[in-house]
């Protein structure tokens, strides 16, 4: 069933709606949707644990190159011409009890493996730098199909993002192996994905 | 003197070049170019702290609101309706010697204060939540017609700021007092800003 306004037009949750409306090709608009459940999730948690002052974490902006911007006078200043950039960092970073915290979030469709190109060179070596420099550096995986999120050391993905150029050629983690090196973390109602005890673990084990 | 290419189009330096081409009101221009001297300054400097990986410091995105995008096909997706949005944080942050650090550069043209206009109620309370956790947050404030660049710590700011709305009523700072409580940052070519040495020193003093 479709809610509606009282002005006829269709209500959308925030978890539908994607924040710009689209034109063109359909496909490029399924593409940008994917990942919105888990973005929304994780948003709604860093949200709750900066409102309860257990951590600062926000989300980077989405980069954007302004090629356009018009200057009506009496409004504000409009965009009228921009692209999306590559990201240069991962999506999240901040403080936790002193720590640094810097974190990506990416999910797959596949039930038994997580593939790699889901992540990039330059985050890759963004992240490396920040574990040199003693921050606590991780990624959540989400397999939206079995809805599971795994809370996954940097450090153990480089060693699978590095073997996949070595002998090993594997361009994904096996879900046994995530399940072995990672930490289930159980989704609850607030925070959704509740990743700071996790990171607990992860100070009090020194590791 | 304009330096042309050979299509006839004038050279910009990086510096000249706002990052984007500008229609209507002219004041707009002039109040977006204000600040970009500076930025530049940082932005050189922290680019040269992360590749000779003495800290992994990065400057956010600016905020954009996208309305709309076009999907054309076989070319990037295009965005042609945006809007600025207020950031909710400060500008640069990152991981040094395992510290976070988090920082905002602001200039002025006055030669005796600095004016705390340059902050908004939603940078400095992000400031303190950083503060709260143990994070190096600062300022880096700049006295353009001087050419002086002072750190100035979080937590001095937060007094100003805070008397503004109660006894002294003070909207700025006195140039004085930057000097007793800041730190004075000697230009320099590479990085321009050398902003580490001064943290060394908070660190050292457990500051």
């Not at 949750?13 to 593409?31: E, F, I, Y």
């Amino acid at each position: 069933m479709v809610i509606r306004y009282p002005n006829g037009k269709p209500y959308h949750t925030n978890r539908d709606k994607p924040g710009a409306k689209k034109q063109g090709a359909k496909k490029s608009l399924t593409h940008k949707n994917r990942g919105m459940r888990l973005e929304d999730d994780i948003n709604q948690s860093i949200e709750y644990y900066r409102k309860t002052n257990q951590a600062i974490i926000h989300k980077k902006p989405t980069p954007v190159q302004i090629v356009n911007v018009d200057y009506p006078k009496r409004s504000a200043a409009k965009i009228t011409e921009a692209y999306f950039r590559k990201a240069s960092t991962t999506d999240y970073n901040g403080i936790y009890k002193g720590h640094y915290i810097d974190f990506e979030a990416k999910e797959t469709k596949n039930k038994t493996s997580f593939p790699l190109k889901n992540f990039h060179q330059h985050q890759i070596d963004h992240m490396k730098q920040c574990v040199d420099q003693g921050g606590i550096v991780f990624v959540i995986l989400y397999f939206s199909k079995l809805q599971k999120h795994y809370y996954f050391k940097a450090k153990d993905l480089f060693i699978y993002w590095d073997n996949q150029f070595k002998e090993s050629k594997k361009k994904s983690i096996p879900l046994s192996e995530i399940k072995k090196l990672g930490i289930a973390i159980q989704i609850e109602i607030s925070p959704r994905i509740p990743f700071l005890p996790v990171i607990d673990k992860i100070i009090q084990n020194n590791d």
